[in-house]
């Protein structure tokens, strides 16, 4: 199978997946569906009792071996891993096994609403058969409850994906100081210090509280603190050596506090 689309010329694989509502459960009795499946933060404690389910009871089940080893005690099916440069061929194989008949799952870390359209796409592009999300816990929503910053008053911009970001990139820069801001820095080119950099350099306040989540629900959680002019010069560089962040970030800046709003107190909520 040739990996044919163009991330640079706009063609993204996230637009298939995306593309149209899932069927209902009635159109796909006959024919069941593959499940894309958000496995959690990491930590199996964030693993839905659903999402396991999808799991355990597949023939096979395929994703990035950073993924698939979280969950490979808890199903006997047949693993397919992957990286980048095998992607295709993985996928090639499961779509493979799935036209015989075989009961199969993709997994994605956190919730492929937040940042795994791209990886779904892939899938629903390959498969003879429609694919049906399960939902998981993400980091974005542990760090939208460590920072106390609602959804529903947050501007959200995943930069970790292939291809062109600068539409999300000017999101946050309207947004910024209006809204709370939650960000999936990109490893390692877009790293929490560069995106407060973009931020400042486009007018964002220098004193707005800005907070880097790292390794949410892992053993060594850590949370650091930082104004965004601060966090700033922590920026530049491409990189894991350029940084001293991790690969498992989230970015909060938290908006403007208006006269009679209490501002965040230290520590975990």
């Known amino acids: 199978m040739s990996d044919d689309y163009d991330l640079e010329s706009g063609s993204d694989p996230a637009t298939i997946a995306a593309s149209a509502p899932e069927p209902t459960d009635r159109d796909t009795r006959a024919n069941p569906p593959v499940y894309a499946v958000g496995i959690g933060p990491g930590n199996l404690e964030y693993l839905t009792p659903r999402a396991e ?126 809204r709370h801001l939650l960000v999936l820095p990109r490893p390692f080119d877009l790293m929490p210090g560069d995106i407060a950099a973009f931020l400042l350099d486009r007018g964002g306040n220098p004193d707005l509280e800005a907070l880097v989540l790292e390794k949410l629900t892992h053993e060594d959680e850590s949370i650091h603190r930082f104004s965004l002019a601060e966090l700033a010069e922590r920026g530049g560089g491409d990189g894991r050596d350029d940084t001293s962040f991790s690969d498992l970030s989230v970015l909060a800046v938290r908006r403007t506090v208006s006269t009679g709003e209490n501002a965040p107190t230290e520590g975990e909520p």
């Open 53 to 178: 389910r999808a799991i355990r009871e597949v023939d096979v089940v395929v994703g990035f071996a950073t993924v698939v080893e979280f969950v490979a005690d808890r199903t006997d099916a047949d693993l397919l891993t992957c990286g980048y440069r095998d992607e295709a061929d993985a996928l090639e194989t499961f779509a493979e096994r799935v036209a015989d008949g075989e009961r199969g799952t993709a997994v994605l870390m956190g919730d492929p609403n937040h940042s795994g359209y791209q990886f779904v796409g892939k899938v629903q592009r390959v498969v003879d058969r429609s694919v049906r999300i399960v939902p998981g816990i993400s980091s974005l929503q542990l760090a939208a409850s460590r920072t106390r910053t609602p959804m529903e008053d947050t501007e959200f911009v995943t930069l970790h994906k292939s291809g062109p970001v600068t539409a999300g990139l000017e999101r946050l820069a309207r947004a910024v100081g209006d």
